[in-house]
């Protein structure tokens, strides 16, 4: 005997239901899941040392806020973060300079070996020589006179442009080149076009492909090692934080390292505060004219 009443149907609002609950269920664990080691370096920043390798409790006993003001000045912070901030700032402007005059020559002019140079900056971002190329890039900044400065560092991080150029030509499409033969029509040439009516239009694409140089130039950590050896006052936050991993007698200070990267943190929270407008222009992908 067959009980499945015929005149049954699932109703539209409950498979709503179900489906939007479904999805908060996956959203909530995936962003647990994100966030679990973030709160347990924070919550570790507070512990002290033996209590942190032991591993026994997630809450701190005893919150020791000293922890801060010990990697505050075990790490020089003060003076090493102004070298972040240099090698940061200076890093995404000569990145977004590069990358959007690349991006706007590639888009509006037809050259030759164009598809060439798209194939190569394309094979940068999938193919990663790391610490071959440190000795050759060293060699040159020996030549150029720029191995004890800071400017060597930011000279080789602008040269990796190609994640913000593929970014910012992306953009590029969406930009009519109506505009730019308008413009010309109006008595502009090829670079005022780029300079007053393309950066303009380009803004909150810059934005974004400025935040990701100013994050990798800022995490940077084997460039800065390299080029600060022999002055280590010009060391960048990363490599300070590293010095703080061994205290007194050689003994781990791990939970002076959980301090000093919560607090290396904060610049980068500040910045994605700053661009997070940006980000929403971006995913809508308009550009109004």
Not at 2 to 10: E, G, L, V
Not at 44 to 72: D, R
Request: a positive charge; hydrophobic letters at 55%.
């Amino acid at each position: 005997m067959n009980r499945t009443n015929p005149n049954f149907t699932f109703s539209p609002r409950l498979a709503r239901w179900t489906g939007k609950t479904v999805l908060w269920v996956f959203l909530l664990t995936v962003a647990a899941l994100a966030l679990f080691p973030i709160v347990m370096v924070l919550l570790g920043s507070f512990k002290t040392n033996q209590e942190l390798t032991s591993g026994a409790t997630i809450w701190p006993k005893v919150w020791n806020f000293s922890n801060y003001a010990q990697a505050w000045d075990g790490a020089n912070f003060s003076r090493f973060t102004l070298n972040s901030i240099f090698v940061s700032v200076t890093t995404t402007i000569g990145t977004l300079l590069v990358a959007s005059m690349s991006a706007y020559a590639v888009n509006r002019v037809h050259f030759i070996g164009k598809k060439l140079y798209t194939l190569l900056m394309a094979s940068t971002l999938f193919i990663s020589i790391g610490a071959v190329v440190l000795r050759p890039q060293f060699d040159l900044m020996v030549m150029l006179g720029l191995n004890k400065t800071l400017w060597g560092v930011v000279i080789i991080l602008v040269s990796a442009h190609a994640t913000c150029y593929f970014i910012l030509i992306g953009f590029f499409e969406s930009i009519p080149k109506d505009l730019d033969e308008a413009a010309m029509i109006d008595g502009c040439n090829f670079y005022s076009v780029y300079w007053r009516i393309v950066l303009p239009l380009l803004r909150p694409a810059l934005a974004v492909a400025g935040l990701s140089a100013f994050q990798g130039s800022w995490n940077e950590y084997i460039l800065p090692l390299v080029f600060t050896m022999s002055n280590p006052e010009l060391q960048t936050l990363p490599v300070g934080l590293a010095n703080l991993r061994y205290g007194i007698g050689a003994a781990a200070e791990i939970q002076l390292m959980m301090a000093g990267a919560c607090l290396s943190i904060l610049p980068l929270l500040v910045v994605y505060v700053f661009a997070n407008k940006s980000f929403m222009q971006v995913t809508l992908g308009a550009v109004k004219g």
